[in-house]
């Protein structure tokens, strides 16, 4: 029944859409849905190149089968565990008992932990080949990228590269499955925010990846999730060597505040103001408590200016800002441009506490830092006006 899309010389995509789902890993939020990417290489002998999450089973299967009729599966490639991609594996191995599963050692660890196969798998090492005839495939081990198996699979005939989750973004995929055949604004920002939700910690991996793929002629990608890269490949491999360097993608200030009765938002406001008197034109102003923190990482791997307000609560930082500091001190973001304020209302701790995450980050910091008690007055509105003008400042000598 169903009329797969073409990719490249007898490569087939065989994914499936997830409009389902209302949180990615039960964690990021999926406005636009998102995909399971999974490719069927239909040579002498066939290849699959990952399954899909197992809620989508039936629909896979009845995507290969509509390809390849009564044809065996030879091989089911693995480049990658995570079960949003080999959630299916069972349900393969039931309507294809024999197909052989291609994975490195690492990967074969957690077929067996995970699904408890042992049986009529094999092992590849970084380099080897594997012919399906006329199409040749040569394996890469990209480990940690995010996961420790992690590996790519290279089509040297096609030269066409299955990356994984390298490259991929949020967003189902609306009937066509090649960049060249869709608009593709709403998949940029999505690709910023998987990236720094997801593969954000791992910038030394991916750059390890990138090196190592850098001398291979590349005419198209199969990532995991979103659109099949082809015409569009210069940007994405820029904006996947951006974010792992953790270089900003564009000029801008990030504000993100907690507030509980409007006091510290007052000076959110007030620092944005002199953002905007002093010239900076992409203020991006999240209230901590409202906007999803998948989106504020997002915005501050994109932007090279950061600026973070808060309130003292219980003797500690706002709960929704401290969480928002552990997320960027596990990813090691590096190179912002920095500034901070705080409030309390009768014994000051959050603007210690952002002391102490500014010098560990080890970001240029702002040396003005205003801090209020109680309900915002001229001398501390003004010191917020100020250090904005002092971030713009800093990020046009930056
Ligand atoms: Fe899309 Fe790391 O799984």
């Known amino acids: 029944m169903y009329k797969n899309q073409q990719i490249a010389k007898n490569i087939y995509y065989a994914g499936v859409n997830d409009r389902q789902k209302t949180k ?58 995570e079960p949003d991609h080999s959630g299916s594996i069972r349900q393969l191995r039931l309507h294809y008992p024999d197909v052989t599963i291609v994975g490195n050692a690492k990967t074969l660890s957690m077929i067996e932990g995970y699904y408890g196969m042992t049986n009529n798998v094999l092992e590849v090492k970084d380099g080897d080949t594997l012919s399906l005839g006329t199409h040749e495939l040569q394996f890469h081990l990209t480990p940690m990228v995010h996961w420790p198996e992690t590996m790519m699979t290279y089509d040297t005939t096609e030269k066409v590269l299955f990356s994984g989750d390298a490259f991929g973004c949020f967003g189902a995929l609306n009937g066509a499955v090649l960049d060249t055949e869709m608009n593709l604004s709403p998949y940029w920002d999505e690709m910023i925010r998987y990236y720094a939700n997801i593969v954000g910690k791992y910038g030394s991996p991916v750059q ?69 008197q002093a010239g900076v034109k992409n203020i991006i102003v999240h209230n901590a408590s409202k906007s999803d923190p998948s989106v504020i990482l997002r915005d501050i791997f994109k932007y090279n200016g950061l600026i973070i307000g808060s309130p003292t609560y219980s003797n500690e930082l706002y709960p929704e800002i401290d969480s928002l500091l552990k997320k960027i001190e596990i990813r090691g973001i590096k190179n912002r441009t920095f500034g901070y304020f705080g409030s309390f209302t009768w014994a000051g701790a959050a603007v210690k506490r952002l002391t102490a995450f500014a010098e560990q980050m080890k970001w240029e910091t702002a040396p003005i830092v205003p801090e209020e008690k109680q309900g915002l007055k001229p001398e501390a509105y003004n010191k917020c006006i100020e250090l904005g003008e002092k971030i713009a400042s800093m990020l046009k000598k930056a």
């Open 208 to 276: 390890k990846a990138l090196e190592k793929l850098s001398g291979i002629r590349i005419d198209t990608i199969c990532s995991t999730h979103g659109p099949v890269w082809t015409k569009h490949i210069p940007e994405v491999v820029s904006i996947y060597d951006k974010l792992s360097r953790y270089e900003h993608l564009d000029e801008g200030v990030v504000i993100v505040y907690g507030s509980m009765y409007g006091n510290t938002e007052r000076m959110a406001e007030a620092t944005a103001q002199g953002l905007a």
């Open 24 to 81: 990615f890993e039960n964690l990021h939020p999926l406005p636009y849905g998102v995909s399971y990417n999974s490719y069927l290489i239909v040579d002498e002998k066939i290849a699959l190149v990952e399954t899909v999450d197992a809620c989508f089973g039936d629909e896979f299967i009845d995507k290969i089968q509509s390809q390849i009729a009564n044809r065996p599966i030879d091989y089911l490639i693995v480049n990658h565990m």
